[in-house]
Structures are given as C-alpha cells and as structure tokens.
C-alpha cells in the first residue's frame, strides 16, 4: 500500500514570519513553542484516551515537549512532539510482539487529530504575538520608570 501524503496550505504566515522577526529572538522561539503545543495537546489527549488502561505509566508519560532548537537556527525553526516518553513498551504497544497483537494508539490519534492542526494557526500565532508584544511593552515600561 502507497503511503498516502497531504498539502498543507495556510495563509498569512509569511505575516507572521516577519511579526516573529520583529521580537527578540528566544521570545519569537517561545511564541512558537507556545503554539505548537497548544495545536499537539489534542493529539496528546486522544493518545492518552486510546492507550491500554492497564499500561497506566505509559499513559501517563503521554506529554506534549519542544525539543531545544539546534545551533544557528533561524527563529522559525521550533520542533515539537507529542507522544509518551522513554517508555519501553509504547511501540510494543503500537506495533505488537509475537505473544500479543498491536494495540494502537498513536497513529489513529495522529489520524484523527493531523487535520485540525492547521485551521486557525495564523489566528493562534497572532494571539501570541500580541501578548508576548504587551509584556515587552510592559517590562519596556517597568525598566523604564526605575530609571
């Protein structure tokens, strides 16, 4: 069976792109970080929802994590993942062994939940933005008045 791919179009984010390069560059990074975390919890959620119940560690190490971006990156280059942690037995689970079948429970809640990631992005970056750019407007403010 072929893979099967999907297209991705979302628009104004070249706008966000460059309202990103107006801030500083680790809250740029942040604001995305921000994002990406709130689009994958859902996923994480459902994860969570379809792992065995008597795998209670594994259910529990299902966490949404941004990986710390490499050296000489550009602002919008943020990785995030969603899925259980260094537990041995996930891609048992997912998978199977030759003493039980699989039990999957990532990919049906990445299949499920990968089309809801995009719709509203730009909306949820702007949102960002605008608070990250009011708390540097405060702390501008603060650090102003001490002088």
Not at 32 to 46: C, E, G, H, S, T
């Amino acid at each position: 069976m072929a893979p099967r791919s999907w297209t991705v179009k979302i628009d104004g984010l070249r706008e966000v792109n460059d309202a990103l390069g107006q801030l500083p560059k680790a809250t740029g990074r942040n604001v995305m970080r921000r994002v990406a975390v709130k689009r994958l919890q859902p996923i994480a959620d459902d994860m969570k929802a379809l792992a065995p119940v008597h795998l209670s560690e594994l259910r529990e190490s299902i966490t949404v994590t941004t990986k710390k971006p490499k050296s000489r990156r550009k602002v919008s280059e943020v990785e995030a993942y969603a899925g259980p942690g260094r537990q041995p037995q996930a891609h048992l689970q997912e998978f199977g062994t030759s003493r039980h079948g699989p039990q999957p429970f990532t990919r049906p809640a990445w299949d499920r939940g990968k089309h809801d990631l995009s719709p509203g992005l730009a909306a949820d970056f702007w949102d960002e933005i605008n608070k990250a750019a009011a708390r540097l407007a405060r702390k501008t403010a603060r650090l102003a008045a001490k002088g």
